[in-house]
C-alpha cells in the first residue's frame, strides 16, 4: 500500500465534502422538480417508518423507566419526588426521544441505505440506472431523505410518549407515585417552546442519516470488503453529526426560546 | 458525482447527419487521483460501423466506454456523439441523448431486486409506456435473445449467459442508434460466449446498429470480423472469394496499451501490422 502525501489526504477531505454538499443540495433541489418518484417514497417510508417502530419504542420506554428510577434517587435528597415526573417528561420531549430516536434509527437505517446503494454501486447498477437516462439521486437518495424526515419526525413522538409512559408505570407501581399529579406534573412542565425543540431536532436527525447514508453508500467501491466499510463510516459518521448537530440545534433554540 | 439529471421535458438532439461521425474522440485524456488511465485519445466511428477495443486488463477500454456515455468525464479534450460536444450538453439534452445509447455492462448490471421483465422495461417505464405495450416490447426483445421464457425470473436465478443476454435485451429495446458492449463474454465459458457473439452479430447484420465493443478475447474480436448473421443457419463466415474477401468491411479495432492508442485501423491492416507489441499480442 502506497503512502499518501498530508496535502493528498487534505484534498481527498475537502473534495469528499464538496461531494456530500453537492449530493446533499441536489437531493433538496430534486424535491421541487419533477419527476418524483412517489412508489419509492412510499416503500422507503414503510421501511423506516413501520420498519424502525419496534426498536423506538422499545428504547424510549426503557429509557422513560431508567430515567425514572435514577432521578427518584436525586430527587429525595431534596424533598422532590414529585418533581419526576416533570423531570422524566422535559429530559424525553427536549432530548432523549430525540436523540435516540435519531441514533436508533441512524444505526439501523444509515447502515440500511449504504449497504443497500453500496452493493448497487461496486456491481454497476447505479452506473446501469444512469446510462438507462435515471438520475440516480432523483430515484435513490430524494426518496429516502423525504421519507427518512417524514418519518423521524413522528418516531420521535412516538418515543417521547413511550418514554413518558415507562416513566409513569415506573414512578406509579415501583415508586409509589400518585398516577393524576404525576401526569399533571409532566404535562404542566412542558412549554411551547420545549416541544418545538424535541421536534425541530429530528428534522436534522433525518437529513444527517439519509444524505451520510446515501453518500457513503454511493461512493463505495472496494467490492464487497468496500461496502461493509461504507455501512461502517456511515453509522459512525451520522451518529457523530447527529449530536453535534444535537448541541449547535439546542443552543440555537435556547437562544430562542430561553432555558 | 456530477451528473446528468433527467427531466420529463425531453429535450430533442438532433439525429446525425449521413455519413457523420456518431462517435468522436478528439484528444481525450482522464487521470484517476495521480494516475492517468487515457492520454490523447482521437478516433472516429461512422454510422453503421463497429470498433472493436481490444487491450491487456487495465489499458483503459471500459473507461473509454463509460466516457462515451458520459458516465465520466474528461479532463481534457473533446466527445461528440452524434455530432454533439457532450462536455456542452445541458443535463436534459444528456438525457435524451442517453435514451439513445444502449449500453451492456461487464458484468450485466441487472437490478437485482427487478424480474428479467423489468429490468427489460425499465426505460419504458421511466417514459411512462402503457403497460401492454411495454410488455409487447419485452417480449419481443427476449426472443431476439431466446429468453421469452424467463421473463419472470429473478437475476439471482439467471446463470451468467442467461444474465447477459437479459443485459442486451434491456439495451436493444429502445431500438438504440449506438449499443457500447463493455466486455459482454468477460467470464463466460467459450459456447456461451459464442451465444453471445452471435447476438451481437445479430444486432449488427439485422439492425445495423453502430457499436462499440470492448473484449479481451481475440477469437470474439475475430468471429465478429469474419462471420455474419444469417436468419436461416445463424452465425456463417464471410466467403472469401465473395466482395468482402472474407471480411466484414464494417468492422475497425483499436487497440490500446497503458491507455494510449497503439492501433486504430481494419481487420487486415490489424493482423499485418509490424508492431512488435502488436504482433506479440495477437500471439
Redesign the interface.
Known amino acids: 500500500m502506497s503512502l499518501l502525501s498530508p496535502d493528498?489526504i487534505l484534498k481527498k477531505q475537502v473534495a469528499a465534502v464538496q461531494?456530500y454538499s453537492?449530493?446533499a443540495g441536489?437531493a433538496i433541489a430534486?424535491i421541487f422538480?419533477?419527476?418524483i418518484y412517489w412508489a419509492d417514497i412510499f416503500t422507503q417510508m414503510d421501511s423506516i417508518g413501520a420498519g424502525s417502530m419496534p426498536i423506538i419504542i422499545l428504547s424510549g420506554f426503557f429509557t422513560g423507566c431508567v430515567l425514572a428510577l435514577q432521578s427518584v434517587t436525586a430527587l429525595q435528597e431534596f424533598g422532590a419526588v414529585s418533581m419526576t415526573g416533570s423531570l422524566v417528561s422535559l429530559s424525553m420531549v427536549k432530548e432523549l426521544g430525540p436523540v435516540l430516536t435519531g441514533l436508533m434509527v441512524s444505526g439501523r437505517n444509515a447502515a440500511g441505505m449504504a449497504s443497500e446503494l453500496g452493493s448497487m454501486k461496486v456491481?454497476?447498477?447505479i452506473?446501469?440506472?444512469?446510462?438507462?437516462?435515471?438520475?440516480?439521486?432523483?430515484k435513490l437518495v430524494t426518496p429516502r431523505l423525504i421519507a427518512t424526515v417524514f418519518m423521524l419526525f413522528f418516531l420521535t413522538i412516538i418515543a417521547d410518549a413511550a418514554g413518558i409512559a415507562g416513566g409513569t408505570l415506573v414512578a406509579v407501581n415501583m415508586l409509589g407515585l400518585n398516577a393524576s399529579s404525576y401526569l399533571h406534573n409532566s404535562y404542566s412542565s412542558l412549554m411551547h417552546g420545549d416541544i418545538v425543540q424535541g421536534l425541530t431536532k429530528p428534522i436534522f436527525s433525518g437529513f444527517i442519516i439519509a444524505t451520510v447514508g446515501c453518500f457513503f453508500g454511493?461512493?463505495t467501491t472496494g467490492g464487497t470488503q468496500g461496502v461493509g466499510r461504507a455501512t461502517t463510516q456511515a453509522v459512525v459518521v451520522s451518529s457523530v453529526f447527529i449530536i453535534v448537530v444535537d448541541f449547535i440545534v439546542t443552543r440555537l433554540m435556547i437562544g430562542i426560546f430561553g432555558s | 458525482m456530477a451528473e446528468d439529471l433527467p427531466s420529463t421535458d425531453v429535450a430533442t438532439v438532433e439525429p446525425a447527419k449521413a455519413g457523420a461521425a456518431v462517435v468522436q474522440f478528439e484528444d481525450v485524456s482522464i487521470t484517476f487521483d495521480v494516475k492517468p488511465v487515457l492520454q490523447g485519445i482521437s478516433f472516429t466511428v461512422e454510422r453503421g460501423q463497429t470498433l472493436i477495443l481490444l487491450g491487456p486488463a487495465g489499458c483503459g477500454k471500459s473507461v473509454l466506454l463509460k466516457l462515451a456515455n458520459g458516465l465520466l468525464k474528461p479532463d481534457s479534450g473533446t466527445i461528440r456523439i452524434f455530432g454533439e460536444d457532450i462536455d456542452k450538453l445541458q443535463r436534459r439534452e444528456m438525457y435524451a441523448l442517453r435514451a439513445r445509447i444502449g449500453m451492456v455492462f461487464q458484468e450485466s448490471a441487472l437490478f437485482d431486486s427487478l424480474n428479467v421483465e423489468d429490468n427489460v422495461a425499465y426505460r419504458l417505464h421511466e417514459e411512462q409506456m402503457p403497460e401492454t405495450e411495454a410488455h409487447a416490447r419485452v417480449v419481443e426483445a427476449l426472443k431476439f435473445v431466446e429468453l421469452e421464457t424467463s421473463i419472470d425470473k429473478f437475476p439471482s436465478e439467471l446463470s451468467g449467459g442467461m444474465r447477459r443476454r437479459v443485459s442486451i435485451a434491456r439495451a436493444i429495446i429502445s431500438n438504440p442508434d449506438l449499443i457500447l458492449y463493455d466486455s459482454p463474454t468477460g467470464g463466460l465459458d467459450p459456447i456461451t460466449s459464442a451465444t453471445i457473439m452471435e447476438l451481437v452479430m445479430k444486432q449488427r447484420d439485422v439492425s445495423h446498429t453502430t457499436s462499440l465493443l470492448v473484449t479481451h478475447r481475440l477469437q470474439d474480436a475475430f468471429m465478429l470480423a469474419t462471420h455474419r448473421f444469417d436468419a436461416a443457419g445463424g452465425m456463417k463466415p464471410i466467403a472469401k472469394d465473395g466482395p468482402d474477401h472474407g471480411i466484414d468491411p464494417g468492422m475497425k479495432f483499436l487497440v490500446l496499451n497503458e491507455g494510449k492508442i497503439v492501433f486504430h485501423g481494419t481487420t487486415e491492416e490489424l493482423v499485418h501490422s509490424e508492431d512488435p507489441w502488436i504482433k506479440r499480442y495477437l500471439e
Open positions: 493528498l461531494e453537492i449530493l441536489r430534486d422538480s419533477r419527476p456491481t454497476e447498477q452506473d446501469a440506472m444512469r446510462a438507462l437516462g435515471t438520475d440516480p439521486v432523483r454511493m461512493r
